[in-house]
């Protein structure tokens, strides 16, 4: 078993984190080397937690009853297509603009972007998974009974891909925050 995969680790190996220790996150935001293209980045990340946060409240309401079935399946339909689809274009973006020039920057870090890159994939095959669980959601819609149930292992599935993601977010944000933060973002943005 992979110590390393996304669903395995707890973090990346202090051997790629040797950036972080010079640039805690605790200290990104007063740096003046944190310009621009790292707020942006940043947002974009806080944007796919605050969607998968909203799909988790709104798929608990609808299991509590709280919130009606169709606009439920409207918010899951709107927030999911966006999540998806926001998630690949991002990926694709690092995976072929700024992770090749990345890894150029710090030869210390270079197992950590292959590490990420493999998250990428891994991630590919839980949001398979994901679209399969909104689908079947939105496919019983109709039917209250089929919708709990359905909504039941939507949720599960939420959780499961929510905490990857994070996991992985995080990663990405303590490897290439301080990379940008050393070396700056000029030939980047």
């Known amino acids: 078993m992979d110590n390393l995969a996304l669903e ?3 973090r990346l190996p202090d051997a790629v984190r040797v950036l972080l220790a010079e640039y805690p996150r605790d200290a990104w935001e007063a740096d003046p080397g944190f310009d621009g293209l790292i707020r942006f980045w940043l947002d974009r990340h806080m944007m796919f937690r ?3 946060s909203e799909l988790r409240g709104g798929t608990e309401a609808l299991l509590d009853r709280k919130l009606d079935p169709q606009r439920y399946i409207a918010m899951t339909s ?14 694709t973006i ?4 700024y992770f090749p020039k990345l890894v150029t920057k710090d030869a210390r870090i270079e197992k950590g972007f292959a590490i990420l890159d493999q998250d990428h994939h891994d991630l590919d095959a839980f949001l398979a998974e994901f679209v399969d669980r909104a689908n079947e959601v939105i496919g019983v819609a109709s039917e209250r009974g089929k919708l709990q149930t359905s909504a039941g292992r939507f949720r599960d599935e939420l959780a499961r891909l ?8 995080v990663d990405e944000e303590e490897l290439i925050v301080p990379v940008i933060l050393r070396y700056g973002s000029a030939g980047l943005g």
């Not at 929510?162 to 977010?169: G, I, T």
């Open 94 to 97: 690092e995976d072929n603009y």
């Open 78 to 91: 709107r927030y999911g297509g966006m999540f998806v689809n926001g998630l690949h274009e991002h990926h």
């Open 8 to 10: 395995n680790r707890d």
């Open 162 to 169: 929510e905490h990857l993601l994070d996991r992985h977010l």
């Open 50 to 52: 605050k969607l998968m």
